[in-house]
């Protein structure tokens, strides 16, 4: 996903974009706004251009091994948690159970809906979560070192989402994270998030997209 891929949002770009230049990348950033504002899209192009191994002045390189790979959402130092639906008969869940299907929807839509995702993966009416057992999936990944990029990327879409246990398990890693790990924590309803995750991530806020840009 590359910035010049998003409608708008120039002063959101431009500040993820001096971050990187200035070498000063918060740990830990809640970015948050409505439904349709670009905040996914904005999290992964950010993401693409930390690891890009030729940024140029606004924007990733879009050719490098990384940037390809972060085309597909497959780097290996890119880690997707999101809300799944559990399946009926099965007693835990994770987010890397349906990767390929959150790849296949981001890929064919970076703006898809809440509820075309949770229909996706279990039908009509549906709602899901991050389940408690997650906690262990991000802890186990961020332990490990990173594969090919400087910083290892941990990309939450819907924290509020979060079980209870799961988010509290988190608040240690988010307040003392590993050297060169980065949270994007993406949310729609930032304010229901527990208020210790919030204390720990710096706030951004995504605004609607200006209408002379649609």
Sequence with gaps: MLFSDIIGQQHIKARFIKSVKEQRIPHAQLICGGNGH?????????AQYICCENKGENDSCGSCSSCLKFAKLAHPDLHLVFPVVKPSGKDQVVSDDFVTQFRESFIENSYFSESSWFEKIGGSGKQGMIYSNESSEIIRKL??????????????????????????????????????????????????????????AQRINVPPIETECI
């Design 143 to 200: 332990s490990l070192k990173t594969y090919e990029s400087e910083y290892k990327i941990m990309f939450i879409w819907q924290p509020e989402k979060m079980h209870n246990s799961c988010a509290n398990k988190l608040l240690k890693i988010l307040e003392e994270p590993p050297a060169k790990t980065i949270f994007l924590l993406v949310s729609d309803a930032p304010d229901t998030i527990i208020s210790t995750i919030q204390s720990r």
């Design 38 to 46: 670009g905040k996914r899209a904005l999290a992964m192009a950010y």
